[in-house]
T-cell receptor
Framework: AQKITQTQPGMFVQEKEAVTLDCTYDTSDPSYGLFWYKQPSSGEMIFLIYQGSYDQQNATEGRYSLNFQKARKSANLVISASQLGDSAMYFCAMREGDAGGTSYGKLTFGQGTILTVHP | AAGVIQSPRHLIKEKRETATLKCYPIPRHDTVYWYQQGPGQDPQFLISFYEKMQSDKGSIPDRFSAQQFSDYHSELNMSSLELGDSALYFC??????????????FGPGTRLTVT
């Protein structure tokens, strides 16, 4: 079964507007971490934001925020004030067993969402 | 700040040849991960090492092997290459001992093309 699901293969947004990229996850582990990475066309993987399963508040990093709804098992990425440079592939990923677990930290990725920012 | 270094950045090999990819983690990072990203695919976990010992294993073919050396750099050895091995290979490093919020820092990747 897919552990991370990103249902939007592609998204379009106008420059300066906000956009939400969806991510749902599936785990029975009570301790996990959720990540978002950006992959531009050049190929590198750029870490954006992290949310721990026990975190009470939604994570924020500059223009990025994570809308964490634990009961619904969703961890949507919100990008505010989109810029042309935000055009890239975005991956949601999960790390299980964060608190003393046995996952040893491997990440499981979703299928990705291609974001295109229009001027 | 120092980042994860991978070499080579690009590699072209023929079928049935061997390839060795190298990864130099961020200083003081004790854990290394290898991921394979096929064209249009999401990265898939291959293998990881913690303090020079294999810590986890994913969908890594038997034709591949890897190790982490005393200086913490890691090498991924790939033999009997197949066309399907053409992919972007990422190395990532982290320092779990630094706290629960540790993140994985990815290298720029090695793009392997098998012809």
């Amino acid at each position: 079964a897919q552990k991370i699901t990103q249902t939007q293969p592609g998204m379009f947004v106008q420059e300066k507007e906000a956009v939400t990229l969806d991510c749902t996850y599936d785990t029975s582990d009570p301790s996990y971490g959720l990540f978002w990475y950006k992959q531009p066309s050049s190929g590198e993987m750029i870490f954006l934001i992290y949310q721990g399963s026990y975190d009470q508040q939604n994570a924020t990093e500059g223009r990025y925020s994570l809308n964490f709804q634990k009961a619904r098992k969703s961890a949507n990425l919100v990008i505010s004030a989109s810029q042309l440079g935000d055009s890239a592939m975005y991956f949601c990923a999960m790390r299980e067993g964060d608190a003393g677990g046995t996952s040893y930290g491997k990440l499981t990725f979703g299928q990705g969402t291609i974001l295109t920012v229009h001027p | 700040a120092a980042g994860v270094i991978q070499s080579p950045r690009h590699l072209i090999k023929e079928k049935r040849e061997t390839a060795t990819l190298k990864c130099y983690p961020i200083p003081r990072h004790d854990t290394v991960y290898w991921y394979q990203q096929g064209p249009g695919q999401d990265p898939q976990f291959l293998i990881s090492f913690y303090e020079k010992m294999q810590s986890d294993k994913g969908s890594i073919p038997d034709r591949f092997s890897a190790q982490q050396f005393s200086d913490y750099h890691s090498e991924l050895n790939m033999s009997s290459l197949e066309l399907g091995d053409s992919a972007l290979y990422f190395c990532a490093s982290s320092a779990p001992s630094s706290g629960i919020n540790y993140e994985q820092y990815f290298g720029p990747g090695t793009r392997l093309t098998v012809t």
